[in-house]
């Protein structure tokens, strides 16, 4: 999409990527939700695409350049009266440097500074990918060895993004830090001290929002908060909420019938129900499959015979989201006075918990 105005009312795009094998690349803006489709150009005997791109946009915000059929992406900041160039090579997406602008400069100041650490991270990676890709290739050793150099470069660049933002925590670009670094999503309130020392122009971007209330979402959901209330209907029709269970222990539990990790944990959890007496212990099965039969099938066969729900809109399950699932299974315990005092445990976790605490009564 090209626009014949002025450059002070425009921003431009120029990109050069190597190893390019797609032609079309879908430029996403997150702002207006607008999905722009062009295409690169190749010269003879090159796979280094080239493509330009034109629009507006008043304020500052991200545009994703989606590349390699989805495969492969990359977030630039724009903003009218911007020239922005894009340059790297497609099989390393997250050395791919945008200049141009104060925040696509930052940005690129971050990546450039620690550019061997990201590209080793790439490599591993790929090694790590693979592997999995060819099962002859695996060996547990070698597996755990690629995870656990990926995890400790993860620590370090996390480390040096902490430092980047409290040093520029008045950019836009501290957010993306954030959001690409520090961002551990099954733990995502540990980004709070991080949010709160943002400036509050910084505060009033979209990013920010959304951080804030993954944030806010994981925090309410950890140990020793109050369980959150829900209204759902069981497989029975009847109407339970969080009340329905008062004065129980209540182990709440996702789950889908295409989910092979929840098949050891209904096993699990059909010994816990055999130990303690329904009088001190209830179970509530969340199931997340859009196919009511399946779960009812799946259920029957693995001798569910506690509490169940279905949730037949999936991953847009209300329940879901004010839980924060993110993964599953995932499993909740809420004590007799409704309080959280499992999140996302492990059934072996959850029956240690559940002996010590009603041992005692």
Sequence with gaps: MIFSCEENNSYTLEGKIKQLQSRELYVVSEGSLRIDTIKAKFGFFSKTGRFSYRNTSKIAEPLLINMENGRVWVTVWVKNGEKISLSGDVNYPELILARGGEINKLLTEFKTQNLSLI????????????????????????????????????????????????????SIAALELIQDYILEIENASDIQPFLDILTEEVKEIPLYVKLKNLSLKDLQTKVNQSALDFKIRTTQNDIVSLDSFKDKYLILTFATSKCEFCMPDLAE?????????????????????????????????????????????????????????????????????????????????????????????
């Design 269 to 361: 959890l059909n010994n816990i129900r055999k130990i303690f007496a329904e009088k001190d212990l209830a179970i509530l099965t969340v199931s997340l499959d859009e196919n009511k039969e399946n779960w009812i099938d799946f259920a029957k066969q693995h001798e569910v015979t506690w509490t169940q729900a279905i949730d037949s809109v999936g991953w847009d399950s209300e329940i879901a989201s004010l839980y924060n699932v993110l993964s599953l299974p995932c499993n909740y315990l809420i004590d007799n006075k409704g309080i959280i005092v499992g999140s996302k445990l492990q059934v072996d976790s959850i029956q240690t918990i559940l002996t010590e605490k009603l041992n005692k009564k």
């Design 119 to 170: 590209k080793e991270k790439c490599e591993l990676r790929d090694r790590l990918f693979a592997r999995t890709e060819n099962p002859e290739d695996l060996t547990v050793n070698n597996d755990t060895h690629l995870s656990f150099q990926i995890k400790n470069i993860d620590q370090i660049l996390k480390t040096k993004a902490q430092n980047f933002v409290e040093t520029n925590n008045s």
